[in-house]
């Protein structure tokens, strides 16, 4: 059985920095790509950041670039979305996901294309 646990959401202030973690168990990644995407109330999921095999693509929402930056432990089977310079409009569910199916070295950004999701952590960023 494949899961995906984050951890290190919170409360923070404007201009904080985070780090989130995401520990998956049950399957290996180090074929996967692997994504950051995040939810609010009455919203559609949105996608963050992905990262794709062995560290070679990147790729961010442009409301984050600049400020968070993905990076991946493939031995440690554990995906980090470090966030810098906080902002309220940041404050949302995040959810780590896994594409099982990666093809060479991408990294997706739509949330179809993956197929393993964490529960999320909450962050919360006052101003």
């Known amino acids: 059985q494949v899961q995906l646990v984050e951890s290190g959401g919170g409360f923070m202030q404007a201009g904080d920095s985070l780090r989130l973690s995401c520990v998956v168990s049950?399957?290996?990644?180090?074929?996967?790509?692997m994504a950051w995407f995040r939810q609010t109330p009455g919203k559609e999921r949105a996608f963050v950041a992905s990262?794709?095999?062995?560290?070679?693509?990147?790729a961010y929402a442009d409301s984050v670039k600049g400020r968070f930056t993905i990076s991946r432990d493939d031995g440690k089977k554990t995906v980090f979305l470090q966030m810098n310079s906080l902002k309220p409009e940041d404050t949302a569910v995040y959810y780590c996901?896994?594409?099982?199916?990666?093809?060479?070295?991408?990294?997706?950004?739509?949330?179809?294309?993956?197929?393993?999701w964490g529960q999320g952590t909450q962050v919360t960023v006052s101003s």
């Open positions: 996901a896994v594409d099982s199916h990666t093809i060479l070295f991408r990294a997706p950004e739509t949330d179809r294309e993956y197929d393993y």
């Open positions: 049950g399957r290996r990644i180090d074929q996967s790509a």
């Open positions: 990262i794709g095999r062995n560290s070679r693509v990147t």
